[in-house]
């Protein structure tokens, strides 16, 4: 995390965010079997991204959503599928990232009780994680899921409802005065992830759906190992991971012509398909080192090693990101809070780039020279 200057944007493709275990892109599972089809065939995609899910559950009891952080158009999909009603048939519980586990029964009350929650009070929820200052959660995308869920579930009796997880360890910041406290936070983020999922998922029979950032639910083990494969060694369990597929800059691996006749959804499987076999590290944001350099861990390894099939949601400058609005940080005790979080990193966040308009196109992500 120790980056100097880091801004939002660069957030989203530093290294600092694959270093803190926030993957910029995931990739989605499918229920298709396609075999050997030439990319852009239709028959590689089992329909939309919805009917997708649902057909993962058929085989799994738990099914990963590989997010890219602040993505609209990822966020766009998971607002229609919390809102199918064929989902509360097959999902118990949601378990994400941009959550505070310190707020587990705040966020019960809200979502699945539909219980009156003070607007400050339910902020602290996604302010409060692990990742702030770099990353505050303050897009609208992010207040919108739990309040999508919340009225989903107003609609249901008690036994259907949806209940939110909270995956981030339980951090409280009023009693955080250095960062070596942080420290001890952030390394259970994998660890703690998981035994949310091991005892309040599996342990109680239930199906659920994961939504975390890519490097999180890959299932080739990294370092330090992450979210899904800590769950598969200590239960047996197999995540089917969907996660989003975005060309990258300069798309060296030409996975935007591959992806170009597809439509806007789809979703491809890797089992026997082009996409099995194309070079995640061609297909998977890289890690920006101090010497300006892109570099990729998943270099070399075919992407149907590490998921099982790919979510495309359009071309790079066609998408569109989801920012927060600038003057949230002109409330006074939220920004002295901001700027006392970032002091104890030592300054590595560019706190002035929160009060600025970001334009609306999703920013680049880099491709390392595999």
Not at 27 to 48: D, I, K, L, N
Not at 177 to 202: C, G, P
Not at 293 to 321: H, K
Request: net charge negative; aromatic share 8%.
């Amino acid at each position: 995390m120790n980056v100097p200057g880091l801004n939002r944007r660069g957030f989203l493709t530093a290294s600092a965010a694959a270093a803190a275990g926030l993957g910029a892109t995931g990739f989605a599972v499918s229920g298709a079997t396609g075999a050997s089809a030439a990319p852009g065939s239709m028959s590689q995609s089992s329909g939309s991204f919805t009917e997708a899910v649902l057909a993962a559950f058929r085989t799994s009891r738990l099914v990963g959503l590989a997010e890219s952080h602040s993505l609209q158009e990822h966020h766009d999909l998971l607002q229609t599928l919390i809102g199918d009603p064929r989902l509360p048939e097959v999902v118990d519980d949601i378990v994400v990232e941009f959550g505070n586990a310190l707020y587990q029964d705040m966020i019960d009350a809200f979502v699945l009780d539909g219980q009156p929650v003070n607007d400050a009070d339910l902020r602290s929820v996604w302010r409060n994680t692990t990742q702030s200052p770099l990353e505050t959660c303050d897009e609208p995308v992010y207040e919108q899921f739990f309040r999508r869920v919340r009225a989903v579930n107003w609609t249901l009796p008690p036994g259907k409802r949806i209940r939110v997880l909270l995956g981030d360890p339980p951090i409280d910041w009023s009693t955080i005065t250095s960062q070596r406290q942080i420290l001890a936070f952030v390394v259970q983020r994998e660890s703690h992830a998981a035994s949310v999922v091991e005892q309040q998922v599996l342990a109680k029979g239930r199906p659920a759906l994961l939504n975390y950032g890519a490097e999180h639910l890959f299932h080739r083990n990294g370092v330090p190992v992450t979210v899904v494969p800590l769950i598969e060694q200590q239960t047996g369990v197999r995540t089917y991971v969907i996660a989003d597929l975005i060309p990258l800059h300069p798309d060296p691996g030409g996975l935007g012509a591959k992806l170009a006749s597809y439509r806007r959804d789809a979703v491809i499987p890797a089992a026997g398909t082009w996409l099995g076999q194309f070079n995640a590290g061609l297909a998977t944001p890289g890690e920006l080192g101090q010497n300006g350099q892109v570099t990729n861990r998943l270099c070399g390894t075919p992407l149907g090693e590490i998921l099982d099939a790919g979510l495309y949601l359009g071309q790079p400058a066609d998408l569109t990101a989801s920012w927060p609005d600038p003057a949230i940080y002109l409330d006074p005790a939220y920004w002295a809070e901001l700027q006392r979080r970032n002091a104890l990193h030592g300054n590595i966040v560019d706190l002035d780039s929160y009060r600025q308009q970001q334009p609306p196109v999703y920013p680049s992500q880099p491709a390392a020279a595999c």
